[in-house]
């Protein structure tokens, strides 16, 4: 028995070591000034809309380089709310070191389509279907969309990362981009998403000169998979320059038209 309350008593005099020696540091970090700012910018997708010199003109412009202030005096929620504010900017992690070194980490947006619209008006959407607007500094080199497109507002929530409800021919764009983007297959050969007039998505490759009639998302796996297996089977036959035009929107066919021909069922 008495071994056991010297255990437990020895347990509880660690335990409170321990917290006394956190709350000693805690109290150290905050006393100490910020010696050096470390800022990493996340460039997984090979997008450069961000640089590290942005962000020190950016806490130039609060009025605020943080050097030489002191850690507990930096506000750190805020500095994150606002980093996050830019269109540009995911999400930003700012926190601090006991030897007085700040670190902000940010993750940029990744747009995987840029609109340009009959307004003329032009923009990215990103992956999570977020608005970006364009960046004097740097273009990315993406699936690009144009043509009867009206309803596209440029919206961009400030207060949420969450996906936007994109409805109609937003959300039919946003959601082939997304297919697209996602198959690399699909991603080397499509480059551009044409509106018609009618409302019928168009898809135009990156080799030939012929258009592809998606119509709309719907079944959009199973047009895709008809697609690649005439590309394969087909293409190969009677060559890349020989068709105007690859329809998709019937069930269970496809059909083509070569140039100045007849339409040719598959």
Not at 33 to 43: A, H
Not at 90 to 97: C, D, F, G, L, P
Not at 199 to 222: C, F, V, Y
Not at 235 to 249: A, F, P, R, V
Request: charged share 25%; aromatic share 10%.
């Amino acid at each position: 028995m008495k071994k056991q309350i010297l255990h437990i008593a020895s347990w509880i005099l660690l335990l409170s070591g321990i917290v006394v020696l956190l709350g000693f540091a805690d109290m150290q970090q905050g006393e100490a000034v910020c010696q050096k700012l470390n800022i990493s910018i996340d460039t997984n997708h090979g997008n450069l809309f961000i640089e590290e010199s942005d962000i020190r003109t950016f806490l130039r412009d609060q009025g605020d380089t943080l050097i030489g202030k002191r850690l507990k005096d930096i506000n750190i929620g805020m500095l994150e709310k606002l980093l996050r504010n830019n269109p540009y900017i995911e999400n930003a992690e700012v926190y601090s070191t006991i030897d007085g070194e700040v670190y902000i980490e940010i993750i940029q947006r990744n747009p995987i389509i840029r609109i340009f619209n009959a307004l003329n008006d032009s923009y990215y959407i990103d992956e999570h279907g977020m608005y970006m607007p364009l960046n004097g500094k740097y273009t990315a080199r993406i699936l690009v969309a144009n043509g009867n497109i009206y309803d596209m507002e440029k919206v961009f929530s400030k207060d949420s990362l969450s996906t936007d409800t994109l409805n109609g021919l937003k959300g039919e764009i946003f959601k082939l981009a997304q297919f697209i983007n996602k198959d690399a297959f699909w991603n080397a050969c499509i480059e551009q998403i044409y509106v018609a007039s009618d409302a019928q998505i168009e898809l135009i490759p990156k080799i030939g000169n012929h258009r592809i009639i998606l119509g709309d998302t719907s079944k959009m796996q199973d047009k895709f998979n008809k697609l690649h297996l005439f590309y394969k089977t087909k293409m190969g036959n009677t060559g890349w320059k020989d068709y105007s035009e690859i329809n998709l929107t019937y069930d269970n066919q496809i059909v083509c038209k070569l140039k100045e021909t007849k339409d040719i069922i598959q």
